[in-house]
T-cell receptor, first 117, second 114 residues
Framework: AQKVTQAQTEISVVEKEDVTLDCVYE???????LFWYKQPPSGELVFLIR??????QNEISGRYSWNFQKSTSSFNFTITASQVVDSAVYFC??????????????FGQGTTLQVKP | KAGVTQTPRYLIKTRGQQVTLSCSPI?????VSWYQQTPGQGLQFLFE???????NKGNFPGRFSGRQFSNSRSEMNVSTLELGDSALYLC?????????????FGPGTRLLVL
């Protein structure tokens, strides 16, 4: 069955430290998509990145980078030089063709990141 | 382009009552999905609508229902409220709702059942 695991419940770092958020997924499908969302205290989920199962290239966007490894079923997220504004709950999510070609995201439990000044 | 909007933002109800939540998708988006977020269960998929048809449903009791209108706006209804229905209800939209599309979320409706 499909599943997303974010083993880190809470992480606390001091500003300017680098931090990596882990995400491990399970799926029987060969076609699937992985997402990262950020949820600030206001509650809205903010989209960060989407990656498909056929593209294992790592991606960098400013201070954010993502490492996708199919061999270990992981899609980790690194924030370089963290800032207080990065404090939020981060969710990793999976969508797969086997679940029906419709909008159904399977979320991990989320990682709460606290960046202290 | 305006984002996904949800109304109301906050709601307090008592057990046994029913509630209706509303979601307006991003202009041009025809797929609307609903999710429930609780501290214990996390984010769980409720259902997805496209062109006024429910195409996918999560593992929730029949007290949870929804519908979509011809303008793609969607409502979800919870009847006979229970304390455990207290949650943040999030709505998301995408153009066609297919598996590869990114879903964009609204600010949510916080429901408290007393």
């Amino acid at each position: 069955a499909q599943k997303v695991t974010q083993a880190q419940t809470e992480i606390s770092v001091v500003e300017k430290e680098d931090v990596t958020l882990d995400c491990v997924y399970e799926t029987r499908d060969t076609t699937y998509y992985l997402f990262w969302y950020k949820q600030p205290p206001s509650g809205e989920l903010v989209f960060l990145i989407r990656r498909n199962s056929f593209d294992e290239q790592n991606e960098i966007s400013g201070r954010y980078s993502w490492n996708f490894q199919k061999s270990t079923s992981s899609f980790n997220f690194t924030i370089t030089a963290s800032q207080v504004v990065d404090s939020a709950v981060y969710f990793c999510a999976l969508s797969e063709l086997l679940s029906g070609n419709t909008g159904k995201l399977i979320f991990g439990q989320g990682t709460t990141l606290q960046v202290k000044p | 382009k305006a984002g996904v909007t949800q109304t109301p933002r906050y709601l307090i109800k008592t057990r046994g009552q029913q509630v209706t939540l509303s979601c307006s998708p991003i202009s041009g988006h025809r797929s609307v999905s609903w999710y429930q977020q609780t501290p214990g269960q996390g984010l769980q998929f409720l259902f997805e609508y496209f062109s006024e048809t429910q195409r996918n449903k999560g593992n929730f009791p029949g007290r949870f229902s929804g519908r979509q209108f011809s303008n793609s706006r969607s409502e979800m209804n919870v009847s006979t409220l229970e304390l455990g229905d207290s949650a943040l209800y999030l709505c998301a939209s995408s153009f066609g709702g297919s598996v590869e599309e990114t879903q964009y979320f609204g600010p949510g409706t916080r429901l408290l059942v007393l």
